[in-house]
């Protein structure tokens, strides 16, 4: 297969970590014969400091004509302590996923058996915990009309939903249960809020036609509390933009890092593939990023466009770099790698399976047969 993908590597730590899922991809690419060409382009204060736009028209031009995207991260310390800047690199993210009607985002959180003692909470809490999230990205509060007084003492952001936007992405929801555990839970606060009365019923509905699957409500109050207490009760989790966002970040420490957590966002044509953690600015330029969120993006990628075999072999050299514990200083404290050589193990891994205790001692000493 050939792709096309448009690599936004964005600000702080994107660019290192967004390099190693190249990287691997690079290793897929070899090994299972395929073409995979990059092509860069700018978003976020990067983009801003040398275009003054977050998303410039070429950069939206370039998602808009290949396959898909590979995403960084955005965002600078200069623009999130200054809450009077007009322009912002958040505005680029939030432009490109209304452009490329990215109404899905999906993210997988899941309990590995290596790194469960590295959570802050019990093993017997989180263990079998596999969860997809599926957040609606491109309605809601944060796309809604906002307003500021005059005199600067009042404000408003409008949470608005449509019928449409509700049902597309709760039919992807229900199709994603039936391929897991047959479980949907639906987080909302019918109990207050308008808007999610009728995601309610909508998804109501809609579970009609998906009888195989079993569906549940909670309010987001009380789906935050058992993210907690009992995150393996959830297969599928449906809810809309603000909650999503709110939800998918507190799950984020069942792995034990953030470094760990990838995403899809996905719209009827296009398609882009992203780690959750940010630009982390204060380790930029120190090799100490986990780059596992990116490089896990790059197989929900191949997933994506069913090379699942590939997929698979992204995720089981993750794996074994975890087994081994051949981590960044998140998960590692005492004999930690550099970002670039958990990816170059990773890597190393994907185009030579049969020989790990080779690549382990490889990349230890510095050296990797990675292409």
């Known amino acids: 297969m050939k792709l096309d993908i448009a690599v936004l590597s964005g600000d702080g730590i994107g660019p290192e970590v967004t390099a190693q899922a190249i990287k691997t991809l690079d290793a897929i690419a070899h090994t ?55 322009v912002r690199p958040e505005q680029g993210l939030l432009k490109l996923r209304k452009e490329l009607g990215l109404y899905a985002n999906i993210r997988p959180v899941k309990a590995y058996e290596t790194l469960i003692d590295k959570s802050p909470l019990k093993r017997e809490i989180i263990e079998g915990t596999d969860i997809s999230i599926y ?20 404000a ?10 509700i049902e597309r992405i709760t039919h992807l929801a229900f199709k994603a249960a039936q391929k897991r555990r047959k479980k949907l839970t639906l987080v909302d606060k019918a109990n207050v809020l308008e808007s999610s009365r009728l995601w309610r019923k909508v998804v109501t509905e809609i579970a009609t036609q998906y009888s195989d699957v079993a569906l549940d409500f909670l309010f987001v109050d009380n789906a935050a509390m058992q993210m907690i207490l009992n995150p393996s009760q959830f297969d599928v989790i449906l809810t809309e933009n603000m909650f999503g966002d709110i939800i998918s970040d507190e799950a984020s420490v069942i792995g034990g890092s953030i470094g760990l957590l990838a995403s899809a966002s996905v719209g009827n044509t296009c398609c882009m593939f992203e780690p959750i953690h940010g630009s982390y600015p204060q380790a930029t330029g120190k090799g100490i990023a986990n780059p596992i969120a990116a490089i896990l993006s790059a197989a929900m990628l191949l997933e994506h466009f069913n ?39 990773i890597a190393d891994y994907i185009l030579n399976p049969e020989d790990s205790n080779i690549n382990f001692e490889n990349i230890h000493v510095g050296q990797s047969t990675i292409i």
């Not at 957040?135 to 009042?154: A, M």
């Not at 408003?156 to 936007?165: A, F, H, I, N, Q």
């Not at 998960?331 to 170059?344: A, H, I, Q, Y």
């Open 32 to 86: 299972f014969n395929h073409s995979f060409i990059f092509k860069e382009g700018l978003v976020g204060a990067i983009a801003i400091d040398q275009t003054g736009n977050p998303l410039p028209d070429e950069t939206l031009e370039l998602c808009v004509n290949t396959d898909a995207v590979l995403f960084g991260a955005i965002g600078d310390p200069k623009y999130d302590n200054n809450p009077s800047a007009t």
């Open 135 to 154: 957040r609606e990205l491109t309605g809601g509060i944060y796309f809604g009309e906002k307003k500021l007084s005059k005199d600067g003492t009042v």
């Open 156 to 165: 408003s952001d409008l949470c608005e939903y449509s019928k449409e936007e």
């Open 307 to 345: 090379l699942l075999g590939e997929a698979n072999a992204i995720r089981n050299a993750v794996e074994k770099a975890l087994e081994l514990n051949l981590t960044t200083p998140d998960l590692n404290s005492t004999n930690p790698l550099t970002t670039e050589k958990v990816g170059d193990f």
